[in-house]
């Protein structure tokens, strides 16, 4: 009876201790693994009550939910882009990547560049040793890929239709090797910023259906 009386107590000390923002922000999302597939809609709560903690994971999928997967069609509205916003105040890279590549996909180069040298860890300048590279993008693309995927499995995704005028699309780079992974890296070295979202949305796009440009409002 004691050992019940004990559970029972730890079991409220932790329920407590788990509805404080404070431990919501640190929980391990990526071990729940079993949860996402077995219980999906406890798991969906626990997603959006992690992500109303400021769990920047949680606050990921939730954004890539609204963006890429509500009522089964791509519609961005602004939550979705403000939960991705506050997973990359908090640090996570995919989230980051994420919003470079909708900032693009909008028409918007400026951002999309800034988002993406946030990404690298970079200076306008490139990295430490004066290069641009996609080192990290391929990262964080593999991860949002997984992400998308895992938001939209059971959900119909209309395809977007594409986007009336892409920067830039067409120019074709002249630079010798310019994105041409090196050796035995997976990441290449580019010439400039533009080629590099460039490259990096013609990817991206290529494995997740993009949200129509003029729904993405911040
Ligand atoms: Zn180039």
Request: proline content about 4%; hydrophobic content about 40%.
């Amino acid at each position: 009876m004691d050992d019940i009386a004990s559970a029972r107590a730890s079991c409220r000390a932790m329920h407590a201790a788990c509805t404080e923002g404070f431990v919501g922000r640190r929980v391990a999302l990526e071990r729940e693994a079993a949860m996402k597939w077995n219980e999906r809609e406890r798991y969906g709560a626990v997603v959006e009550h992690l992500a109303a903690a400021g769990n920047p994971e949680a606050c990921f999928l939730a954004g890539l939910a609204i963006v890429f997967a509500t009522d089964g069609q791509c519609y961005a509205g602004p939550a979705g882009a403000q939960c991705l916003a506050r997973a990359a105040k908090a640090g996570h890279k995919a989230a980051v990547y994420v919003l470079g590549l909708l900032r693009y996909h909008a028409g918007d180069e400026e951002d999309a560049a800034m988002y993406l040298r946030q990404v690298e860890g970079e200076d306008a300048a490139g990295n430490a040793a004066g290069y641009m590279t996609n080192r990290e993008c391929v990262q964080c693309r593999a991860q949002a890929e997984a992400a998308v995927r895992e938001v939209t499995w059971n959900v119909i995704v209309e395809p977007s239709p594409a986007p009336v005028a892409l920067p830039k699309e067409g120019s074709r780079c002249t630079a010798a090797g310019c994105g041409v992974p090196q050796g035995w890296s997976n990441y290449g070295v580019f010439c400039s910023e533009d080629c590099r979202i460039r490259h990096e949305h013609a990817q991206f796009s290529a494995l997740v259906s993009l949200p129509d440009s003029n729904l993405v409002h911040y």
